[in-house]
């Protein structure tokens, strides 16, 4: 077994970063699938995946992980897109300008009042 990384260490910084990227990852999917109304943004049916319109070759981290820049979409619409079938990155891009626009809520007031609900 590999030995416990002392606190403070440069690999137990490195954990503890990731552990907080994830849950604001999950956090921001949680947001933008409320805020669409749990809705496919391309379709109507009901969406299952909090898709990041913009990937990793866009290189700007931030903007990638708001909730500006991902879109609520069902697994027929999310397959259809990274198959490269029938739903193109243009496509995506103007369903998220008419997502976001059509959002209630920002997503600081969601996560106060998120985190309200869990405190009790």
């Known amino acids: 077994m590999?030995?416990?990384?002392?606190?403070?260490?440069?690999?137990?910084?490195?954990?503890q970063k990731k552990r907080?990227?994830?849950e604001y990852r999950a956090l921001v999917n949680r947001f933008v699938l409320a805020a669409d109304l749990y809705i496919c943004q391309?379709?109507?049916?009901?969406a299952a995946?909090?898709?990041?319109?913009?990937?990793?070759?866009?290189?700007v981290l931030s903007w990638r992980e708001?909730?500006?820049s991902r879109?609520?979409?069902c697994n027929?619409?999310?397959d259809a897109y990274h198959a490269r079938g029938t739903l193109s990155r243009e496509e995506l891009i103007e369903d998220l300008k008419t997502a976001v626009s059509k959002r209630r809520i920002d997503f600081e007031e969601w996560c106060l009042r998120y985190e309200a609900s869990i405190l009790g």
């Open 2 to 15: 590999f030995p416990k990384p002392r606190k403070g260490s440069g690999v137990e910084q490195k954990r």
């Open 20 to 22: 907080g990227f994830d």
């Open 42 to 46: 391309h379709c109507g049916r009901p």
């Open 49 to 59: 995946h909090a898709h990041h319109v913009f990937g990793r070759g866009r290189n």
């Open 66 to 68: 708001s909730p500006e």
């Open 71 to 73: 879109l609520s979409l």
């Open 76 to 78: 027929v619409c999310h």
